[in-house]
């Protein structure tokens, strides 16, 4: 994962975060805008390597923010599309002894659209980078819009970018589970890497262990699978690196949004600068553990 550019797409969303005394925050957030988020403070300095982010939003006030949120974060918005008559998603996390879940109001956000035209995409995806997506963001998109997308990415892998896909399985989102384990196996088999969570792919498939997980997405083509696992043990495999298990050193969560996002981008952007697997894990779990032990989904460490 040698190279310099890292491109996530998806959707980012207005985010009520509670503050623990009955108000809450207003901040931006959405699973790939929180990889690219960390991403680009974990490569702060490091001037030649950049992180950008494809999503779509409104004409209106908020998406203007938002824009300008990603501009002050240094997160680069060159392939953000723009809707007239539509806005932006909104989630609020709710808490129980730290376990984050979500509401979301986001039917009709512009970023259902992100995916609507094949050659935006490939212009966004050409050349040497790292491309990320999630399982949120195949499941806010129309039937025929995953398909673009999944395309665009095969395409932009056969010209040598590399596709990096996280399930985040959210089964609220999707029609139901027949299809939602039909897309997210589709997308898992033009990934090059695989960054599940275990409780979701245990509900979702049955898988026993995570090594079951690492199995099943390395049968369909990953070269690279880490099975996160809160504060558990997670396994992970790379060809010509073998499999490793290892484990958090556990720490008290207060909020745990973005445990998983923030683990992509300490693991990421580690491996971009050419960390080996147990290096790179071990910067995912150093950040993630950071991260849960503060509210919202992204936190100034
Ligand atoms: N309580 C915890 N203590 C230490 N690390 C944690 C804890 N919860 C999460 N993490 C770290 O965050 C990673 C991702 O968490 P996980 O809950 O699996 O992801 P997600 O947020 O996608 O559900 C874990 O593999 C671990 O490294
Ligand atoms: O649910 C969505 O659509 C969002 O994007 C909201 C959250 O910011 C992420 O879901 C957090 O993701 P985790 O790292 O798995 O906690």
């Not at 896909?165 to 695989?194: C, G, H, Q, Y």
């Not at 792919?201 to 083509?221: I, N």
Request: proline residues 4%.
């Amino acid at each position: 994962m040698k190279t310099k550019r890292l491109l996530t797409i998806g959707e980012c969303m207005v985010e009520m975060a509670p503050d623990g005394h009955g108000k809450y925050s207003m901040n931006f957030a959405g699973d790939t805008l929180n990889t690219a988020w960390y991403a680009k403070r974990c490569l702060a300095g490091l001037d030649d390597y950049s992180v950008g982010y494809l999503t779509a939003v409104g004409t209106d006030s908020i998406s203007q923010k938002m824009l300008d949120f990603l501009s002050e974060s240094g997160v680069d918005s060159t392939y953000v599309s723009h809707t007239p008559d539509r806005t932006l998603g909104l989630y609020m996390i709710q808490l129980d002894n730290g376990e984050r879940s979500f509401a979301y109001w986001r039917d009709t956000s512009a970023a259902k659209l992100l995916a609507a035209d094949p050659s935006t995409l490939d212009t966004a995806f050409s050349g040497d980078q790292i491309l990320l997506f999630s399982g949120i963001t195949l499941a806010i998109l129309s039937p025929e819009h995953r398909q673009n997308l999944i395309d665009a990415l095969a395409r932009a892998r056969a010209q040598g970018a590399q596709v990096v896909f996280d399930t985040n399985i959210r089964p609220r989102l999707w029609e139901n589970p027949n299809i939602t384990k039909e897309w997210l196996s589709k997308a898992a088999s033009i990934a090059d890497v695989m960054l599940p969570s275990f409780d979701e792919e245990e509900d979702m498939f049955g898988d026993a262990k995570p090594q079951d997980t690492a199995l099943r997405y390395r049968d369909l083509g990953a070269h690279t699978v880490i099975v996160k696992n809160g504060a558990h043990e997670m396994y992970a495999w790379s060809q010509g690196e073998g499999g490793i298990s290892i484990s958090p050193d556990p720490v008290t969560p207060v909020d745990s949004t973005a445990a998983g996002d923030s683990f992509n981008a300490g693991y990421i952007t580690a491996r971009m600068q050419g960390a080996n697997l147990e290096e790179a894990l071990r910067a995912g779990m150093m950040l993630s553990a950071q991260v849960v032990q503060h509210r919202g989904a992204l936190v100034a460490l």
